[in-house]
């Protein structure tokens, strides 16, 4: 039994009058709780629209009781030994209706004496101050591993006989698509196995992926990617990508007999424009797991009291989608000052702040955090701490081989041979450029490239194209120097370099170069 099934149990069974069950499967919730108290007590269902129906005899609605202060006075004139399961009361709890409340207030002491329990169900938290101290919530999990096999085993029987369809499904096959499907409702579940079934004629992932996507949107605190980009988009980097690839194989069930905890996360340090985004999205690609951003403005938004529970949804959704991959970009923007949140925002930012680290602390559910930050000196230090992150990388800006990979990495992504430029010549004007100045260096050289080509001054573009445009460029290393030169200090002995090779160069040497 889960442990929050065997919650309500204990709740119901210690005569706890009122219950509050957060769940979207109404459905589900009634069944589980008729599994464990069909034979011991009768069991009441009402809902707004037809009142109350006794469990086993849903066809007879006592419409007399669809009033919320009817239904009340209804459970509290029987004299049954029962549970009565209320199906759209939160609404009217939301609003906050005096009566209302004052009507649970006082069943809430005289049920106490009865065995008599209210349950309500409802998929969000919509308790008036009056009552926090007088009704038990719940969570009610979403379908587990277990259950969303038997799920996935009663269809395939169903539909073992039907000619057309590709159902040799191996075992690993099976466990990729019960993991993908998790997070899902039972019915969102059973809807999208057949969904893919009639779009492919098979079990396919990437079906499943796309429905959590529409979820994933629902909520406007997460952002739901599709990376296009895999490894080989990724110039250097080598210490990254191996570490990336050795974990790759790591959420199976293999893993965990093998003693392997999930991993935790990656925290990415270093300069702007370097890879560390890239590598976030090449991560989810190269795991096949949903990319999930998480929106920091987004959490922060709204009435006072609404950014915790904006994070507690941000990560409740991450964990039902698990597994996945969260990304967090520039996380020191999102919880800046917290030291003095107590004076600026009433301690809003610290609140979400503990929220978020306690989870990563303690989490168990597989959900991979990238996070990526600019800005070492802005990090809080609890977050830095051993246990938050499996690992900490510093990415720098590429050195001599790196540049000359992100080069040929470019001009191939925009349909141009690297063997009919002189990248030696490219790698050594472009020193201290980051991955992105170089991506960008290029773009401009198409832009000039193309206008010669509607002047019939040149046919594509030429070398001269691209170091006209390195010439023109004043890389970051130049203007930020002295930050830089600072973060690479604090990464010499507190991170892991993301390259085999970290450049080490001064701010001095760049500039005697560029000048060059």
């Known amino acids: 039994m889960a442990a929050e099934l065997e919650q309500i149990e204990i709740f119901i069974r210690a005569r706890y009058p009122v219950i509050y069950v957060l769940s979207h499967e109404e459905t589900r919730v009634i069944e589980k709780i008729k599994s464990i ?26 419409i007399s009781t669809q009033d919320p202060m009817a239904a009340l006075r209804f459970i509290s004139k029987s004299e049954e030994k029962a549970l009565f399961v209320l199906c759209d009361f939160y609404h009217f709890l939301e609003r906050n209706d005096p009566e209302i409340v004052r009507m649970l207030r006082e069943l809430n002491m005289e049920l106490k004496r009865t065995q008599k329990n209210i349950i309500i169900i409802s998929p969000k938290l919509a308790l008036p101050s009056d009552l926090d101290k007088e009704i038990s919530v719940v969570e ?13 085993n009663k269809l395939l029987i169903g539909i073992r006989n039907q000619p057309k369809l590709d159902l040799n499904i191996t075992a690993e096959a099976k466990e990729q698509i019960v993991k993908a499907l998790q997070g899902l409702t039972r019915e969102e579940i059973e809807n999208v196995l057949l969904k893919s079934l009639v779009e492919t004629r098979t079990f ?22 599709s990376p296009k980009v895999g490894m080989e988009h990724v110039g250097g980097l080598s210490n990254l990508k191996e570490w990336i690839l050795k974990r790759r194989n790591a959420f199976k069930d293999k893993a965990r007999e093998f003693g392997i905890p999930y991993p935790k996360g990656i925290l990415l340090l270093g300069v702007q424009g ?10 989810g690609r190269l795991w096949n797991f949903p990319l999930l951003r998480l929106d920091m403005g987004a959490v922060f938004q709204g009435i006072v009291g609404s950014s915790e529970n904006n994070m507690r949804r941000a990560i409740a959704l991450a964990e039902s989608i698990s597994p996945c991959v969260l990304w967090v970009d520039e996380i020191e923007k999102g919880f800046s000052g917290i030291q003095s949140s107590n004076f600026s925002d009433a301690g809003t930012t610290a609140r979400v702040f503990g929220t978020f680290l306690t989870w990563m602390q ?41 540049r000359r990979e992100i080069f040929r990495i470019h001009l191939k992504m925009r349909n141009r041979n690297p063997e009919n430029y002189n990248i030696d010549t490219l790698v050594k004007k472009s020193s201290a450029f980051s991955g992105a100045e170089i991506e960008e260096s290029i773009i401009s050289a198409l832009y000039d ?4 080509s509607l002047k019939h001054v040149a046919k594509d573009l030429e070398q001269h194209h691209l170091e006209d445009n390195l010439a023109k460029t004043v890389p970051l290393a130049i203007t930020m120097s002295e930050k830089i030169n600072k973060m690479r200090e604090w990464a010499a002995t507190r991170a892991r370099p993301a390259s085999r090779k970290v450049s080490r160069t001064s701010s001095e040497d760049i500039q005697i170069e560029l000048k060059e």
């Not at 499943?208 to 605190?221: S, V, Y």
Request: aromatic share 12%; charged share 35%.
């Open 362 to 402: 303690e989490k168990t559910a597989p959900v991979f955090i990238v996070a990526t930050s600019n800005d070492i000196s802005a990090l809080p230090p609890e977050l830095l701490r051993k246990g938050r992150f499996d690992e900490i990388f510093f990415v720098d800006l590429p050195d001599d081989i790196e």
């Open 204 to 225: 396919s992932i990437p079906v499943i992926i796309k429905e959590k996507e529409q979820l994933i949107k629902k909520t406007g605190i997460l952002e739901y990617f």
């Open 449 to 452: 490239a193309f206008d010669d």
């Open 274 to 283: 370097c890879g560390k985004s890239l590598c976030c999205k090449v991560i």
């Open 140 to 152: 009610f999990p979403l379908p587990s591993k277990k259950e969303i096999e038997e799920v996935f």
């Open 37 to 62: 108290f069909n034979n011991d007590r009768r069991i009441f269902v009402w809902s707004f629209v037809k009142g109350f129906r006794l469990l086993e005899n849903l066809d007879k609605p006592d």
